[in-house]
């Protein structure tokens, strides 16, 4: 960790390196108890819990979560050119960058609402430049994500900037979380274009009746298709404002425009192993004979609910994907390579005790694709433990519930996170 980059009311941000990698990053520290006292847990849990769920090349990367006592430690991207708020602080800008910025956006958005999350407090200071000019959506403290909605499918908590929310938000009624980013989508296309907000006054009230009225006026340097496009997005009707397909098909949007995916899957271990010949293939695997041991203090904290820390960053249960057996290692290593098959999965060994297996058809993320590898307690006890290491991860909790947990019931002895032994009397993972 290096010099300190920026701080706010609960949190500090400072400069980090890799140390293998060399890469930067940014190290969020936030300080639990003060979090606490302010009862801004969830919405910390939440941000966390959102930034692992959009991983796309203009949202900012959440890198590892990490957390002891007293801090929780995120590990982000490192975006050093600054936030879009103070390039366009210096005036308005040409019509092809703000564009261009204007279709990232659109990008993120587009993902983010893709995956059932909805930021709500969309605006240039919370959009970043990298060295390379690309933007990245971040702060993600105000998102919603579908369990917020309530019966009538709608969200319904007031929040986000004034100059940027929506009419439908600020009435205090329920409001579609995609059509009022859009709304504030419109009013970043407006400043980026024109230098100042759309709906201004120094009067707060004054300022809603405008946003309610959708009432503004354009500069006359805005060219007439991109003043056709934010009256569509600054409609106060929600029913009536473009949806994302919507801008999709607008000329003017698509000059240039290249559709950003969501990071792309790296082909490795699975696709490498066909290409060795049986001598590499033997030379990998001669360097383990029996599984890697697994320390006490490794196997407590890995299946005790009591040290695991995922409770504080995600609102739901965190995937089973990890559990104990009491058979031999060679016995769980072809029950699984076995199950994978059944499942359809391309199988390959990657070592004596870890499996690569890689689904065959293509999901929203590309193949998922998953490790599983066993290590060994006690001479009568091992630990199985499986990890993603491509596809969607919504792909792959359902891989872990719906398929893993049925194909290797016979051979599971308990599932991190349930209290109750399958094949004992034993209790791990609870507190006895």
Known sequence: MGRLLGKGTFAKVYYG?????????????INKDQV???????????????????RHPNIVELKEVMATKTKIFCVMEYVKGGELFAKVARGKLREDLARTYFQQLISAVDFCHSRGV??????PENLLLDENGDLKVSDFGLSALPEQLRNDGLLHTQCGTPAYVAPEVLRKKGYDGAKADLWSCGVILYVLLSGFL???????????????????EFPPWISSEARRLISKLLMADPDRRITIPGI????????GFTRAHSFSIRQDLIEKSEEFDEQELTQMKKSASSPAFFNAFEFIS????????SSLFENKRRVGSMFTSRCSASAIMEKIEAAGKGLSYKVAQVKDFKLRMQGATEGRKGRLAVTAEVFEVAPEVAVVKFSKSAGDTLEYAKFCEEDVRPALKDIVWTWQGDNICNGGNGIVGGSG
């Open 17 to 29: 390196k890799q140390l293998e990698s060399g890469e930067s990053v940014a190290i969020k520290v």
């Open 36 to 54: 606490k006292k302010e009862g801004m847990m969830e919405q910390i849990q939440r941000e966390i819990a959102v930034m692992r769920l959009v």
């Open 118 to 123: 909805y930021h709500r407090d969309l605006k």
């Open 198 to 216: 759309p709906f201004q006054d120094e009067n707060l009230m004054n300022m809603y009746r405008k946003v309610f009225k959708a009432e503004f």
């Open 248 to 255: 999709m098909r607008v000329p003017w949007f698509n000059k």
């Open 302 to 309: 890995s299946m005790s609910s009591g040290f695991d820390l």
